[in-house]
Each structure stands twice: as structure tokens, then as C-alpha cells.
């Protein structure tokens, strides 16, 4: 069911987890604080097989193209596993495990699986995708909508990251292929950070949360004003064909982000 909902506990976090819609964090609280984006297309959700955008919806495996819908036209953006409903595995107080298996309109058969655990200070997210089938090209990362202010009169978040490069993006929203200084904000786009993801998000005199991941990719949009968003992934958009990572019946495609907070 769409509205079915696992809430994880540990100390005074609270975490709820959406199978039924896309496999994803519908919230996460620190001491009743909600610091994600509510709404049934936000919190955070999984980005599967593919993350961020696609361009025309078309990418090459071999001599084969493949065709996506285009849910973002003219391109098709953040995968196929967010639009159906996931399986619990399991779940106990402080983790949930779920699973999805690809389907149409995804070109091949594999297995997605989730963990999500919760300790009273830190969410760790790792997925990963299997195939006993045929090998496919692959992308693994998280979409999170963290609110850009805290409510009570609070200041808004600061971003705080220091990438190497920033992917420069055409007036089509994806890569060129060139490496450009970072720029400021606000973004659309996507940074490289080859030591690994680390963003410090900063709610003065609220929360600090620091969002990391040994992949060293990470998108950022921040041109709503209702949330910023924090994206780290296994490789840039439109990376299907520009980088592809290949899932082989004896290789799984396996990634983890890593949300540690603590009060200011």
C-alpha cells in the first residue's frame, strides 16, 4: 500500500519510511524538529537505476540504444524505482530493509535492494543493485529535501562543501563534459569530490548535519525556497552514457551516504 509507513526510532530521532511510495524517508525529526521537506514527491527518495537526468531518455548499452520515458521532458530524470512500491524485507525498531526488483519500463531484470538504520545521532542509507541476468549499465544515489529553515523564527541553512571541480552545465541542465572552479550559488548541479562527499548543512544556532558518502559525486539544487537538496551518487547525470558503472550477475553496484547531527 502507498501509505503504508515504518517509523524508526532511536533516541529522539524518528525516522519514517515510505515502501509503498518509492522506498523513501518520508521524515526524519531530531527532537520533534521535521528537517525534511514533507510531501508525497519529497523527503528523501532513492535515485535507481539511474540519477539525475538522461539526456533525451536515451542511453547506449553496446550497440543497443534504450529509451526511457520522458518524465522530464525533453529528458528522463531520476530513475524508475521512486514511482513504484518497494517490499519490506525486514524491519526491526532502528532498520528497515527493503526491496524493489526492475521492471518495465526498465530494459532489464535486477534487484534493488535499501537498508535504512538509525542511531540517535547519525541515518545511514545503502543500496545496492544485483542482476542474475544480463549485465547493465547502473547509478545509485539519494535525493534528499532538506528544509531551508527550521520554523521558529530561525535563520535559513548553510551550505557548506569544497569540491575539486563543478561539472559545467549546458542550457540543457546536463554536464558538457568540461570541469569548471566551483561557482557560487544558487545550483542545479553537480560537483566532484574525489576523497568522497562531505556537505555540512547549518541551521544556525539549531543543528549542524553533515551528509557524507565515499562516492565523490554530489548534486545540489538549491533554487526552491522551500529545501535545498543533497545528492550524492555514483556518478554525474546523464552518467548512463558519460560513465557508466556496469552491474554483472558477479558485481553488484553498492553505494551509502551517511547523515551524522548534533545540536548547536
Given at each position: ?21 518509492g522506498?523513501?524517508?518520508g ?8 528537517l ?16 539525475g ?9 553496446g550497440?543497443?540504444?534504450?529509451q526511457?520515458?520522458?518524465n522530464?521532458?525533453?529528458?528522463a ?6 514511482d ?7 524491519h ?7 526491496t ?29 543493485v ?9 547509478q545509485?544515489g539519494?535525493h534528499p529535501?532538506?528544509n ?12 557548506d ?17 568540461n ?6 550559488g ?16 547549518t ?8 551528509v ?28 548512463l ?5 556496469l ?18
Amino acid at each position: 500500500m502507498r501509505t503504508e509507513q515504518i517509523t524508526l526510532t532511536a533516541g529522539d530521532a524518528e525516522v519514517d519510511v515510505l515502501p509503498g511510495n518509492g522506498g523513501r524517508v518520508g521524515g526524519l525529526r531530531v527532537g520533534g524538529t521535521e528537517l525534511l521537506r514533507q510531501g508525497e514527491r519529497f523527503g528523501c527518495f532513492p535515485m535507481v537505476p539511474w540519477c539525475g537526468r538522461i539526456r533525451d531518455g536515451r542511453f547506449r548499452d553496446g550497440a543497443e540504444v534504450r529509451q526511457m520515458p520522458l518524465n522530464a521532458p525533453p529528458h528522463a530524470i531520476h530513475g524508475t524505482a521512486r514511482d513504484g512500491a518497494w517490499k519490506v524485507a525486514r524491519h526491526t525498531g532502528a532498520e528497515a530493509v527493503l526491496t524493489y526488483d526492475l521492471v518495465e519500463p526498465w530494459p532489464y531484470p535486477g534487484r534493488v535492494t535499501q537498508a535504512v538504520a538509525l542511531t540517535p545521532d547519525s541515518l545511514s542509507l545503502t543500496m545496492s543493485v544485483e542482476t542474475y541476468d544480463a549485465s547493465f549499465p547502473a547509478q545509485i544515489g539519494w535525493h534528499p529535501w532538506f528544509n531551508r529553515n527550521l520554523g521558529d523564527g530561525g535563520q535559513d541553512v548553510r551550505l557548506d562543501f569544497t569540491p575539486a571541480w563543478q561539472e559545467e552545465r549546458g542550457d540543457d541542465h546536463l554536464p558538457t563534459g568540461n570541469r569548471v572552479e566551483p561557482r557560487p550559488g544558487p545550483w542545479d548541479d553537480c560537483f566532484g569530490m574525489p576523497g568522497g562527499v562531505d556537505v555540512t548543512l547549518t541551521w544556525p544556532g539549531r543543528l549542524e548535519l553533515k551528509v557524507t558518502s565515499r562516492e565523490e559525486w554530489v548534486v545540489v539544487y538549491d533554487e526552491q525556497e522551500a529545501a535545498v537538496c543533497v545528492e550524492p551518487q555514483t556518478g554525474p547525470p546523464d552518467g548512463l552514457n558519460t560513465l557508466p558503472r556496469l552491474v554483472t550477475p558477479l558485481e553488484p553496484l553498492e553505494a551509502t551516504t551517511v547523515w551524522t547531527w548534533h545540536r548547536l
